[in-house]
């Protein structure tokens, strides 16, 4: 009956076909896939108002859809009902060099932002590695390897038009760079993962393009050496855009799979941006402090296509670990701690690894206190996967008792939904689940992620 009213309404952008349900019964994790009945392919804002009506007075769940590049099961539809897939809504609508700003529907991907921004001499920084959609990136509150310049998603989003479950649209905020009028709505949403609202329209703060950027490579005989230097560089303030740790297994593995010959030691990748003078003098300090803790052989490039092969190779850390791994998906980590807490959290998960005959090489955004330990397993090797939950669960535990967070970055999804209470207190969550169950009242909006649904009976 459901589809029928959708059909009735949207015509062919409604789907029942079975590969592309397929196609949107999964993200890039190792979590179940589930069906969808159906695919809605809307293409406008009025699109996803007419799906969010029908599908709430028939009680329907539906689960936006962007990418499907989220890690924690985020966008898995394990209820059934509605994938609302948003691709087909990649406008850029407006963009003000002035006021560096731009408005965008969720269907933009980041490189196609980029690449259009790039004609005005503008950019956006967030740079989860995926080629990610803005809306996905903006619902998971997703950051990655400039935040420790730029800031996160929740930094960079300045207004939202939402799509509420009953169908209502809403703005959040004026253009304005600040304000003080009523609640933040803005930044209720972001992060959401869409169990609140469907986000059609994103006004996002852009930064001019620097006039010099300059990556660097620097090598160190423990994790320890070059976590403690990170921390020095940041309590600092020296202007650092990504600092980043691949450890040493983690470089073994990019240099096989991507065909670089990056030293095989512990590595911190560096950029800088500004001016030559800024990041001359940046560099330098940077290079200084960082060789008291041991550092050496420290090689910079302003050549552009060293940086992006260099950048490149990190973020195919992920693959080149699955792809040692035969039948392989990712089992996706993600805390974060106090920067003064990381190298004992860092340096604990080696031992336990060492400990659990794991293979689990460590990257990490590590200005932030961020990291991850790229974890692959076969699906289908239940033995395999029980003893990588088992890690996870000590990972998290180890990285709340040093005053941290169950994911700096990937979002609660399905595969942290067990640690909200263990991190901030029930009575916080009952504080979400009561936003959650006025908003949502019938709980179609993404049913079963963030708040367990124990909470919310």
Request: proline share 3%; hydrophobic share 40%.
């Amino acid at each position: 009956m459901v589809i029928d009213e959708l059909r009735a309404a949207l015509g062919q952008k409604v789907s029942v076909n079975d590969t592309i349900r397929e196609h949107h019964s999964k993200d890039e994790s190792f979590h179940t896939p589930t069906l969808p009945d159906a695919v809605v392919f809307a293409t406008c804002t009025q699109d996803v108002a007419t799906t969010l009506r029908i599908c709430n007075n028939n009680k329907t769940p539906v689960v936006a859809w962007g990418a499907g590049t989220s890690l924690e099961g985020n966008s898995t539809p394990i209820h059934g009902g509605v994938s609302l897939d948003l691709s087909q809504m990649d406008k850029i609508l407006r963009v003000s060099g002035e006021d560096l700003d731009c408005t965008i529907q969720p269907g933009v991907r980041r490189k196609q932002l980029n690449e259009y921004l790039s004609k005005h001499g503008l950019f956006f920084p967030v740079d989860p590695g995926a080629d990610a959609t803005l809306g996905g990136m903006a619902s998971t509150g997703a950051s990655g390897t400039t935040t420790v310049k730029y800031g996160a998603m929740k930094q960079l989003v300045m207004s939202l038009t939402v799509v509420t479950a009953n169908g209502e649209v809403i703005t959040t905020s004026r253009r304005a760079r600040k304000t003080s009028a009523g609640y933040d709505l803005t930044h209720l949403f972001v992060g959401s993962e869409g169990t609140l609202g469907v986000i059609t329209e994103l006004t996002l703060r852009v930064f001019g393009i620097p006039e010099v950027i300059a990556a660097a490579t620097m090598q160190f005989d423990s994790v320890r050496n070059a976590v403690d230097g990170v921390i020095e560089v940041i309590q600092l303030g020296i202007g650092v855009a990504r600092i980043e740790l691949v450890d040493r297994q983690a470089v073994l593995a990019v240099n096989r799979y991507s065909q670089t010959e990056l030293p095989e030691k512990d590595l911190l990748l560096l950029e800088f941006h500004g001016s030559a003078e800024s990041t001359a003098i940046e560099i330098a300090e940077a290079k200084e402090v960082l060789g008291r803790y041991g550092g050496d052989n420290f090689l910079q490039t302003t050549d552009e296509a060293e940086r992006r092969k260099l950048w490149q190779a990190r973020h195919d850390a992920g693959l080149a670990c699955r792809s040692h791994q035969p039948n392989g998906r990712i089992f996706s980590t993600d805390v974060c701690v106090p920067i003064s807490k990381l190298s004992e959290c860092i340096e604990q998960t080696q031992q336990d690894l060492a400990d659990s005959k794991m293979y689990g090489p460590i990257v990490g955004h590590v200005g932030d206190g961020n990291f991850h330990v790229l974890l692959t397993a076969d699906p289908n090797d239940h033995a395999a996967i029980e003893k990588l939950e088992d890690f996870h669960t000590r990972l998290v535990e180890r990285s709340l008792s040093l005053e941290g967070t169950c994911t700096g970055e990937h979002g609660i999804g399905i595969g942290k939904i067990g640690y909200l209470i263990s991190e901030l207190g029930r009575e916080a969550v009952d504080v979400m689940a009561t936003i959650k169950l006025a908003l949502d009242p019938n709980g179609i909006m993404n049913p079963g992620k963030i708040i367990a649904d124990s909470v919310l009976q």
